[in-house]
């Protein structure tokens, strides 16, 4: 699975739509979006384009996580940052690829911070209530932060990055735990090489 790191956009668009067909809630509806919301964006460290984390989430939850069977687990990994980080509302996503995509959406979006909250704190008290959510959710939060961890050189200030490996350690592996075990052991390996590697 570490070869999508190789993959160009174009390549790893081609790779999750030549296996995924026609499905509802449409993925391909929600790859044109995911690409659409997030144009111009790029990410943190590697300056390549923001849509290649979507895309990879998606491809983490169809090829590790095995969720050919649940579109719209694949369409929410593909839209999870869209309410977050672009002009495209939960509600926009809701409206366009179905109610459950919306509410994936909704579940996986970080609250606001609150007056003199820190970061991690913040994102520890959006891990608590994600815990609520269901399984869906937890399975896309953690292929979401499987990508994180692997692609997090050069994002993260040293402060920040202990940060983040421990809210995963703490805060999303037993969410992973409790949904998926291949993606579980994917994301403990990732940490581990993350944690030697600091």
Known sequence: MKAIYTLSVEELEKRLLDQVGSTWPPIDKA??????????????????PYVAHSLRTALWLLEVAEQKHNPAVICAGLLHDVAEDTEVT??????????????????????DLKEGES???RNMRHLEGL?????DAHIVKSADRLDNILTMEGAFTAERREEYLKETED?????TLASNTALYHALKDALADAKSAS
């Open 31 to 48: 790859v044109a979006m995911a690409k659409s919301a997030h144009d111009g964006q790029v990410r943190k460290g590697s300056g390549e």
């Open 171 to 175: 805060g999303v592996l037993p969410l």
């Open 119 to 121: 970061e991690y704190a």
């Open 90 to 111: 939960a509600n926009d996503v809701e409206d366009s690829i179905g109610s459950k995509v919306g509410d994936l959406v909704r579940a996986l979006t970080h609250p």
């Open 131 to 135: 815990r609520w959510e269901g399984r």
